[in-house]
């Protein structure tokens, strides 16, 4: 248990510090885009195109965070099999609070009390949670429920990705539920996936699962690089926790026999719900304040650093500097998995 509860809370991270990285990327790579006054951005409905996601995903910032993604993609799949999915899940989600501290320094933002009160929610949550955590379930399923997984990530993702594509610049909330569903896809087939543990190549790769974690890992990550690019409203990055954290975490009860302490299973919900609510107040919070976005010119749930929208400040937020407050990234701008 502790050395899941370790593995988990350094995945998280690796996650939050990455998260950081790709929100400096990718709006770098947006003021750069509005200052060519480029119209190759952006889609006819509004959202960023294929290019500008390729942008700003090889700005230095964007890769350093991509490598510290795949270091907590690792260490988040071996939490997975030593914890309890709603566990694992949950303390892994809970790198919006290293998003929120790493961002005072990064991206410029200043926490208000109500912030610093919801990250210490979601802290006093995790430790309800690893009290009330029991043995995680044996993980063992029929060959069938692999081979649902992946059509459901396929149809996840593929008829996701279509639907954001089409809603353009109003796809924030949804681009970060539909990343949070695939990145709890990817923990649910971790934890059911053959051949790892002990480990035989053949069986691995004759798994379902292997490819349902492959294609809601990648796709996960493309629609949060879209979410990110877009600008997460006050919803997007709690929709993000909640279908990273809430669905695996009943597939892993219902599903795959994970369990309480005897006796702790109230403390488990508690702590569970109280989690979520923490994360969805921390992004909620996070969201500009009206005078912000009145001295930046954007609309209440947009980004004030939407591709095409021109610059919003001659100061760049990035490492080792801070923007003005007024155009400082939002804490809801920097959603993870």
Not at 97 to 115: C, D, N, P
Not at 155 to 172: F, Q, S
Not at 248 to 257: E, Q, T
Not at 311 to 326: L, M, V, W, Y
């Amino acid at each position: 248990m502790i050395i899941g509860l370790l593995t988990a809370v350094a995945a998280s991270a690796c996650y939050g510090t990455g998260s950081v990285l790709q929100a400096v990327g990718s709006r770098k790579s947006a003021r750069q885009e509005a200052a060519k006054a480029s119209t190759t951005g952006v889609t006819q409905h509004g959202g960023p195109s294929l290019s500008s996601t390729a942008k700003a995903a090889v700005t230095w910032e964007f890769m350093v965070g991509t490598v510290l993604d795949f270091i907590g993609f690792g260490l988040g799949a071996l939490a997975a099999r030593l914890l309890p999915l709603f566990l694992s899940q949950t303390v892994i989600s809970a790198n919006l609070v290293i998003t929120a501290v790493l961002s005072i320094k990064l991206l410029g933002i200043r926490l208000s009390r109500a912030e610093w009160g919801s990250i210490s929610v979601v802290c006093a949550a995790l430790v309800l949670l690893a009290t009330a955590a029991g043995p995680e379930g044996s993980g063992h399923t029929p060959i069938a429920t692999h081979w649902w997984l992946l059509v459901a990530s396929v149809v996840l993702i593929g008829g996701g990705t279509l639907i954001v594509r089409l809603l353009g610049g109003r796809a924030a909330i949804l681009a970060g539920l539909l990343s949070g569903l695939g990145f709890g896809a990817l923990g649910v087939g971790v934890r059911v996936l053959n051949g790892a543990d002990p480990f035989h190549l053949p069986t691995l790769l004759a798994d379902p699962a292997l490819y349902a974690i492959l294609v809601a890992g990648l796709g996960g990550m493309y629609l949060h690089t879209v979410a990110l690019q877009i600008g997460s409203v006050n919803g997007a990055t709690a929709a993000l926790v909640v279908g990273e954290t809430v669905v695996p975490g009943i597939l892993g009860v219902v599903w795959l026999g994970d369990a309480s302490r005897p006796g702790f299973a109230w403390v488990a919900v508690l702590g569970f719900v109280v989690a979520v609510a923490g994360a969805v107040a921390v992004a909620w919070f996070g969201e500009p304040e009206p005078s912000e976005q009145a001295a930046t010119g954007t609309e209440p749930g947009t980004n004030r650093e939407h591709p095409g929208a021109g610059p919003a400040t001659d100061t760049e937020a990035g490492p080792g500097r801070s923007a003005a407050a007024p155009s400082a990234p939002s804490l809801a701008a920097s959603p993870k998995r």
